[in-house]
């Protein structure tokens, strides 16, 4: 069990403030953290550290920085995002994509102590997913055109993570070997997780995509039926099964299992490479034709981990609305609570979004939306018009503006709690209105919200440096968007109480 964090042990890891450890692996330590700016600007990360014992291994070092560059170059909806490589005075640091939800190691022990196995249409949901991240891994290009393939060699449970919005995302490229990396694999060390590797893996030989599309089998093999593909009493007996054996037909283990879905499967775990799938995009697609009208949407997603991680969920929201609105003294007392909570196997995550996406329209009004202005500035008539109708239905207040000039003459009399802009409006587009709301202090607390059909990398960064407090990709699904402006409501109504000045003593 960790010593709960002290308000004097608050330390800064670069630029970023630590909130609390998420996590501590064998090479490299987890914190959440947050970046503040001008104008009340903050921002949520997740800092992965070099653990002091390693910070003079040269191996580890270049394997580090290995991660940092292959992960900053990806920029996919599957794959957490990497913002920033950075050295401070104690070691080589990353600040990542922070991701609210659980790791598929963590749902499948959940899932365990009740007894139960995961709903097939989530299942193949996660493996769907993550087929596709790592088809773009696999045919990366450099800007310039030159291919860059990036094999990913650890996709366990713990590397997937699924969000409580209802997302999947793929985290780790830890030990990721592209073209060109600067470490390299010592003769006969294997790295990875032994029970998830692909024989050519064990063996020592060079890899291609299809080793990474091994282990999806054998991850999607264990969420169908609850069972290891290959399983021992220790690693030697592990590697003799992946090495040797087959599993069983997945629908001998559970009758629910379609039996293409169970042919899928077979088929990714040939022990021959060239049996397998030829591509990422290959195996999603026999995924979606043997099971397609079952897999679960995001909605579906999201409400299935609300029913099965209530107390997680309202612990990350709890501690990071309070890390926004509160001294540090608050900050730390949320976050020995979530320590706690941990302790107790409750356990925050890493991850993206605090807020969980309603399942299924129509949308109810809300309370935080319903005393929220959002003002709306987008060039496009009919993307105004969506964006107008959903929160309307949700019960904000929608002012719209067709230009950036717009906006501002608004501004004189209006006091919006929420702004989304579009990032491409001609003229002054979204990224300097920003820059130039931030600049006026009556504004210090509003949220300001991108609208991005792209959500590049380079994208999320500027956004960032300008002020904006989030993205929301178009198009967009309409209990998404909700979601994340009533969470920045309610924030919003949290901190403008603090920054009204105090009432005057009355005149004696």
């Given amino acids: 069990m960790l010593p709960p964090l002290m308000a004097s042990e608050q330390h800064r890891i670069g630029r970023y403030t630590v909130l ?31 653990l002091p014992q390693l910070r003079e291994d040269e191996d580890f070092i270049a ?16 794959i957490a995002q990497v913002f920033e490589l950075g050295e401070d005075a104690d070691a080589l640091y990353l600040a990542m994509e922070y991701i609210a939800g659980q790791d598929l190691s963590r749902m499948r022990s959940a ?11 989530l299942a193949v949901k996660v493996a769907h997913e993550t087929c596709l991240a790592v088809h773009y891994a ?51 060390n294997i790295k990875g997780s032994i029970a998830y590797m692909s024989p050519e893996q064990l063996r020592g030989e060079p890899l291609d995509g299809r080793s990474d599309l091994f282990t999806i089998g054998s991850v999607l093999y264990e969420l169908l039926t609850g069972e290891r593909a290959f399983n021992g009493d220790d690693d030697p007996a592990i590697m003799y099964r992946v090495l040797t054996h087959d599993p069983p037909p997945a629908t001998e283990k559970r009758a629910e299992v379609p039996a293409a879905l169970s042919a899928v499967l077979t088929k ?11 591509s990422g995009r290959d195996m999603a697609k026999a995924i979606e034709d043997a099971c397609g009208a079952d897999m679960f949407d995001e909605g579906d997603i999201a409400r299935w981990m609300g029913e099965h ?26 976050a020995n609570r979530l320590r706690e909570a941990k302790d107790r196997d409750v356990t925050l995550g890493a991850a993206e979004r605090p807020t969980m996406a309603s399942a299924h329209p129509p949308i109810a009004p809300h309370a935080a939306l319903a005393e929220s202005t959002v003002l709306v500035v987008d060039d496009s008539k009919v993307g105004r018009a969506l964006v107008e109708t959903v929160l309307k239905a949700a019960g904000a207040t929608v002012v719209p503006a067709a230009s950036a000039e717009e906006c501002l003459e608004m501004l004189v009399e209006l006091r919006p709690n929420v702004i989304i802009l579009d990032v491409r409006m001609p ?35 500027k956004g960032l440096s300008v002020g904006g407090d989030d993205f929301i990709r178009k198009p967009f699904e309409g209990s998404e968007l909700v979601a994340r402006v009533r969470a920045h409501a309610k924030r919003v109504a949290l901190l403008k109480p603090l920054e009204e000045p105090p009432p005057s003593a009355p005149a004696s």
Avoid: W
Wanted: aromatic residues 6%; positive net charge.
């Fill in 111 to 121: 899932l365990r102590r009740q007894g139960a196995v995961m709903p097939v249409g």
């Fill in 268 to 278: 990714a775990m040939s022990k021959q490479r060239d049996e397998r799938y030829a």
């Fill in 63 to 78: 394997m580090f920085l290995d991660e940092a560059r292959i992960s900053a170059a990806l920029s996919h909806a599957n």
């Fill in 427 to 461: 003229g002054m587009d979204g990224f300097e209105l920003c820059s130039q709301l931030r600049r006026r202090t009556e504004l210090r607390s509003t949220a300001i919200l991108f609208l991005s059909a792209a959500c590049s990398l380079e994208e999320r960064v």
């Fill in 309 to 334: 991680f209530t107390e997680q969920m309202e612990r990350t929201r709890q501690v990071l609305a309070l890390a926004d609105a509160e001294d540090s003294r608050r900050i730390v007392s949320a």
């Fill in 20 to 50: 609390t450890p998420i996590s501590k692996g064998g090479m490299a330590e987890l914190f959440l953290a947050y970046v503040d700016g001008p104008g009340g600007f903050r921002k949520f990360v997740a800092v992965k550290r070099i």
């Fill in 138 to 188: 696999h045919h990366f290009t450099s800007p310039g055109g030159r291919p860059l393939p990036v094999i990913h060699r650890d996709l366990s449970p713990r590397n997937v993570m699924v969000t409580y919005a209802g997302n999947v995302k793929v985290i780790d490229f830890g030990i990721a070997k592209a073209r060109g990396s600067l470490s390299t694999t010592r003769e006969g």
